[in-house]
């Protein structure tokens, strides 16, 4: 790892200067504290990218409420995994309560199975098998949206994370599904 410009500085001093909007501060809490958030937030999770959300949405806490720290009630460090953790366990809540309302009873477009030609049932098969390849929030952004009938933005607001995030799993589970299916772009 290279030394940063702000490498020779404590953990207070850095976060005094992340509280003044010093982007190069929250880089340099990143590069010493980003590995063990990480495997905090994975070992509650249990899922990357739940994992790399949580963690991003700590940063981003910490980002703002940077100016509020009391190095009083303890260290940098255990401030910021924390807010990991917190986040962390938001996200597991959040998922507890996604699970409690299925995407299974989310309506689903189609028309009689009776009407259906062997091929359009082996399309579904191979569908719903790309999707199983898919991480559970890449898999949950794209049923969302297109079982659902969700927007993106709707799709944010349900799952509680920013739209960026919604926007890269869809981006991501799709360009997934295009492999998986041998489809080209």
Do not use: C
């Not at 003044?20 to 809490?29: F, Q």
């Not at 477009?109 to 199983?132: I, K, M, P």
Request: aromatic share 6%; net charge negative; glycine share 6%.
């Amino acid at each position: 790892m290279a030394k940063t410009a702000l490498a020779h500085l404590s953990d207070d001093a850095v976060l005094d200067l992340l509280a003044r909007s010093d982007d190069s501060a929250l880089a340099e809490l990143y590069d010493r504290y980003g590995g063990p958030a990480y495997r905090l937030a994975l070992r509650v999770v249990r899922d990357a990218s739940l994992a790399q959300d949580a963690v991003q949405d700590a940063f981003l806490t910490a980002w703002r409420t940077a100016s509020g720290f009391d190095p009083r009630r303890g260290s940098v460090s255990t401030w910021l995994l924390t807010l990991v953790h917190r986040r962390a366990v938001d996200v597991v809540r959040r998922e507890d309560r996604r699970r409690g309302s299925p995407l299974e009873d989310a309506p689903v477009a189609s028309g009689d199975a009776t009407d259906e030609t062997a091929e359009t049932r082996a399309l579904r098969r191979d569908v719903q098998a790309a999707l199983e390849e898919l991480s559970t929030a890449e898999r949950e952004a794209l049923e969302l949206a297109y079982y659902g009938g969700l927007s993106q933005s709707e799709i944010a607001e349900k799952l509680d994370v920013p739209l960026g995030t919604v926007k890269s799993r869809m981006f991501a589970g799709l360009a997934r599904l295009r492999d998986v299916l041998g489809e080209s772009p």
